[in-house]
């Protein structure tokens, strides 16, 4: 791309902005201050106690944690727990099971069904078309036939890869780092939460390094998991650089022989690219000591959409994604997207989000997964 | 945003431009395209279905009618059924006459309720109001902190009680009247709209504050789902607006249209940043002309009326004008600039740019070499770039590490913007008296927003006839339609 594009483009710009705030503020009455925009929010020491202004007595983070969480889950499967909500593909298969025959409205109604679980134009019309030439080559005549032809077809696009979160036994001193990353709001914090508890209930070493020096009080919020969990936390100040507080989290795991860390990140979006890079430079920072980043996993909200995609494709390039984690899959929405994600980019989804509890964190079954679509 | 559907109708016009007559085959392609654009962008199911229909009853009825070009009509009808879908009026605040005027946040895990209570303090706040915040999520960890962090940021206090967030928010209400603040925000736990025994909870918590305004935030990025969580969440707690966060990514698509259209409800305010004043109310009218590809320039400008101060841009108009823009201006104004958010962003937000320039993937990087350029320059040099020769030509690579053909071309190309803003600059004149023409520049500016309706769909931006020279593979710069104030 030549220089001149972006000459261009200022030159509109600045011409546009130039004049278009000028008229914009003599429009507005005088004395409409339109300050420059001061630099990112005041770095505070993130430490609780400072009751100055606030109206009550700081909580302790811990009553609010427990109480939330110390019921164990009712240990539930991936189907069960999606059975709860299955109503978009229940619509589809009665309809289809209803007719005599398989007919046009038969596949309007699982086009439906898939578009409106967010599997994507695209990926449910080749599921579909697949399924149109077995229909009219009579390879598929029964009306069963074809929900169970669908359930294969969607089943076979997410089988095969290999979902395990890779852990190599490297020589005591030298940590594997796991990396979250995503967009904002996805549930990155809480999952790093969940499967460090899983992981040091399992026998492994694990400390946290809180990443996210951006978020108000996401430190707290992970620091409250590390303390249910009994695993160190390294955190910076608020504003601090990420990369240096990861950096510092693997040489602490390193001279404490810790054999894992997991490192949370500030959510962001895709869209911008300072932000990606900062992410780029994290990652790679993390490897500058004794760690090795084995899993950088993207955590992927499930009633995201067609961005998803998006989203799987940008932190891929910059992070070299290894893994997808599916959260909140416990709501209405159906995380179709995956299927364009696993496709597509090749991405494995790796652990999938199903309720609030430790527990609820789980490994990703793409037949359970498929077949909870299709509960009858 | 809805970038896909932009390009699809344009890629539509031209199919169907200059044929006398549309077939009846011809609108069921074109829906088809319609309906595919829609749902890559999110638009819910059902929703694409009603809006299909709609357009395809116009379509037909330009197939039977005799205009002269069906192919524009059926654009048409495709501009009109969205910007109905997505219209109606900016909500306004009604303060209640008792304060204070409780709002209430509600949505799911994520959606960003605690970031967008505060950031909606903070515009209280703006209005000239004295909001308190009541933190009643007690199911994250830390989300009270978090509240209480960003209420240090704006200056606005928070309320929290360990307890029990119904106790909370009953609690905090008596608190905020003691202590007279006219605006209470309740920010509540994230939940699933399938979690009866939470959404009893917020039920609660409405029936023990009675919220004036309940506002649901909604991620902009989310698929098919928001309608159904729209619903639930309108069917317990009867939503007054929805608030839409992270609409700064490049999706936040089909979700706006949709919940509008099946909860009725008004997209009232909208989270465009990072940051807590990146924030605004949500204008549905000129959301409709950035989907049909026109421009959002009102709110440009007022991003760009908060990243640059007003002396600062009036000095850089006026130079700009008379030709007298140097290349450090032009780099103190590129600084600004990136204030406002990432190019490609920006550039969404314009009007009438070609697709070339839309597609042209931009990245904010690329931005660098010409700082590095120009930083390497002496004072005298971005003054006087003719001066820049042989040697200094060198240097300047060398300290900026590009070659000498970057830098060629960067002088060369800032001599052609001088000469070209410079005949603007006679063409437009845009107030010669300072003062004096503020009336008329504010009237011009009004009336910019509702001027995308009465732009003819073929505009051909060519004949505004502003061109700039010297570019490669640009047919030619387009005017600036939407310029509000931009005298014509």
């Known amino acids: 791309m030549g220089i001149e594009f972006f000459f261009l483009i200022l030159a509109v710009f600045v011409v546009a902005f130039g004049i278009g705030v000028v008229l914009l503020n003599r429009r507005k009455s005088v004395g409409q201050p339109a300050p420059g925009r001061p630099t990112p929010p005041p770095a505070r020491p993130p430490v609780a106690q400072s009751e100055g202004d606030t109206l009550v007595a700081e909580p302790?983070?811990?009553?609010?944690?427990?109480?939330?969480?110390?019921?164990?889950?009712?240990?539930?499967?991936l189907r069960e727990r999606l059975a709860k909500a299955r109503s978009t593909f229940a619509g589809a298969i009665a309809g289809v099971l209803g007719r005599s025959a398989i007919t046009d409205e038969s596949f309007d109604d699982l086009e439906e069904a898939l578009l409106r679980a967010d599997v994507g134009v695209a990926i449910a019309d080749e599921l579909l078309s697949g399924l149109r030439v077995k229909v009219a080559n009579k390879e598929i005549t029964e009306p069963s036939d074809l929900l169970d032809a669908l359930q294969a077809e969607m089943t076979k696009r997410l089988v095969g890869s290999d979902r395990s979160l890779n852990f190599e036994p490297f020589e005591p001193g030298n940590p594997n780092v796991?990396?979250?990353?995503?967009?904002?709001?996805?549930?990155?914090?809480?999952?790093?939460?969940?499967?460090?508890?899983?992981?040091?209930?399992?026998?492994?070493?694990?400390?946290?390094?809180?990443?996210?020096?951006?978020?108000?009080?996401?430190?707290?919020?992970?620091?409250?998991?590390?303390?249910?969990?009994?695993?160190?936390?390294?955190?910076?100040?608020?504003?601090?650089?990420?990369?240096?507080?990861?950096?510092?989290?693997?040489?602490?795991a390193a001279a404490n022989k810790v054999e894992l860390v997991m490192a949370d990140t500030a959510g962001r979006l895709h869209t911008k690219s300072n932000l990606m890079d900062e992410l780029g430079k994290v990652r790679r920072v993390a490897e500058k000591g004794a760690g090795t980043v084995t899993e950088t996993l993207l955590v992927i909200d499930a009633t995201t959409g067609q961005n998803g995609l998006t989203q799987a494709r940008e932190f891929g390039e910059v992070t070299n994604v290894t893994g997808v984690v599916l959260t909140k899959l416990d709501g209405s929405a159906k995380g179709g997207i995956v299927f364009a994600i696993e496709t597509e980019l090749a991405i494995p989804v790796k652990l999938v989000g199903i309720g609030e509890t430790i527990g609820d964190l789980i490994d990703f079954d793409p037949e359970e997964f498929v077949s909870a679509l299709f509960e009858r | 945003m809805f970038d896909n559907l932009s390009n699809r109708l344009e890629g539509i016009i031209t199919k169907v431009r200059g044929k006398g007559r549309l077939t009846e085959s011809d609108v069921d392609e074109v829906m088809k395209e319609i309906r595919?654009?829609?749902?890559?962008?999110?638009?819910?199911?059902?929703?694409?279905?009603?809006?299909?229909?709609?357009?395809?009853?116009?379509?037909?009825?330009?197939?039977?009618s005799k205009a002269l070009d069906p192919g524009q009509q059926v654009v048409k009808a495709v501009n009109d059924e969205l910007t109905r879908a997505l219209g109606g009026e900016t909500l306004t605040i009604t303060y209640a006459s008792k304060p204070p005027t409780v709002v209430l946040m509600a949505g799911l895990q994520g959606s960003g309720k605690t970031t967008n209570s505060a950031k909606l303090a903070a515009w209280f706040k703006a209005q000239g109001r004295n909001p308190m915040m009541i933190g009643a999520d007690l199911q994250?960890?830390?989300?009270?902190?978090?509240?209480?962090?960003?209420?240090?940021?704006?200056?606005?206090?928070?309320?929290?009680?360990?307890?029990?967030?119904?106790?909370?928010?009953?609690?905090?209400?008596?608190?905020?009247?003691?202590?007279?603040?006219?605006?209470?925000?309740?920010?509540?736990?994230?939940?699933?709209?399938?979690?009866?025994?939470?959404?009893?909870?917020?039920?609660?918590?409405?029936?023990?504050?009675?919220?004036?305004?309940?506002?649901?935030?909604?991620?902009?990025?989310?698929?098919?789902d928001a309608v159904q969580t729209a619903e639930a969440f309108h069917n317990t707690l009867k939503i007054d607006g929805v608030i839409m966060s992270k609409m700064d990514g490049d999706a936040r698509g089909g979700a706006a249209l949709s919940v509008k259209e099946v909860i009725g409800r008004p997209i009232a305010f909208a989270s465009t940043g990072e940051k807590l004043d990146e924030f605004e109310q949500f204008h549905p009218d000129r959301m409709a002309s950035r989907i049909l590809g026109m421009g959002d320039m009102l709110t440009l400008i007022e991003q760009a009326e908060k990243a640059f101060t007003e002396d600062q841009a009036e000095a850089a108009a006026t130079k700009l004008m008379e030709g007298q823009f140097t290349l450090d201006d032009f780099l103190e104004q590129m600084q600004?600039?990136?204030?406002?958010?990432?190019?490609?962003?920006?550039?969404?937000?314009?009007?009438?740019?070609?697709?070339?320039?839309?597609?042209?993937?931009?990245?904010?990087?690329?931005?660098?070499?010409?700082?590095?350029?120009?930083?390497?320059?002496?004072?005298?040099?971005?003054?006087?770039?003719?001066?820049?020769?042989?040697?200094?030509r060198a240097r300047i690579a060398a300290g900026s590490g590009t070659t000498v053909a970057d830098v060629n071309r960067l002088v060369k190309q800032f001599g052609e913007m001088q000469k070209m803003m410079k005949k603007m600059g006679m063409a437009g004149k845009p107030g010669k008296s300072k003062k004096g023409k503020g009336a008329k520049g504010g009237k011009g500016a009004k009336g910019g927003q509702k001027m995308p309706k009465g732009l003819p769909l073929g505009f051909d931006p060519a004949a505004s006839g502003f061109e700039i020279p010297g570019l490669p593979g640009t047919p030619g710069m387009p005017g600036m339609p939407g310029m509000p104030g931009m005298p014509r």
């Open chain 1, 60 to 77: 302790e983070v811990d009553s609010e944690v427990d109480s939330a969480v110390e019921e164990e889950p009712p240990a539930g499967t």
């Open chain 2, 336 to 392: 600004a600039l990136k204030k406002m958010g990432s190019l490609g962003g920006l550039m969404s937000m314009m009007p009438g740019m070609p697709k070339e320039l839309k597609n042209a993937k931009i990245d904010d990087n690329d931005l660098k070499p010409i700082e590095a350029i120009i930083t390497s320059m002496t004072i005298e040099e971005r003054t006087f770039p003719a001066i820049i020769q042989g040697t200094r």
């Open chain 2, 36 to 64: 595919t654009a829609l749902l890559e962008a999110d638009v819910n199911l059902t929703v694409v279905r009603s809006i299909c229909n709609r357009i395809r009853e116009h379509a037909l009825g330009a197939t039977r």
């Open chain 2, 140 to 224: 994250r960890p830390a989300a009270v902190e978090q509240l209480r962090t960003l209420g240090r940021q704006i200056d606005v206090p928070v309320f929290s009680d360990p307890q029990d967030p119904i106790l909370t928010a009953t609690k905090g209400l008596e608190e905020a009247k003691r202590l007279g603040r006219d605006v209470v925000i309740v920010d509540t736990a994230g939940r699933l709209s399938i979690d009866t025994e939470m959404m009893e909870q917020v039920r609660l918590i409405s029936g023990a504050v009675n919220p004036d305004y309940t506002f649901l935030v909604i991620d902009a990025m989310t698929g098919q």
């Open chain 1, 178 to 252: 796991w990396m979250f990353v995503g967009v904002n709001g996805v549930g990155k914090t809480t999952t790093i939460g969940k499967l460090a508890k899983q992981q040091v209930d399992s026998g492994r070493s694990v400390l946290l390094a809180a990443g996210d020096t951006f978020r108000a009080a996401a430190a707290e919020q992970l620091a409250a998991w590390a303390e249910r969990s009994d695993v160190d936390i390294v955190r910076g100040a608020d504003g601090a650089d990420p990369s240096s507080v990861i950096f510092d989290g693997v040489e602490k």
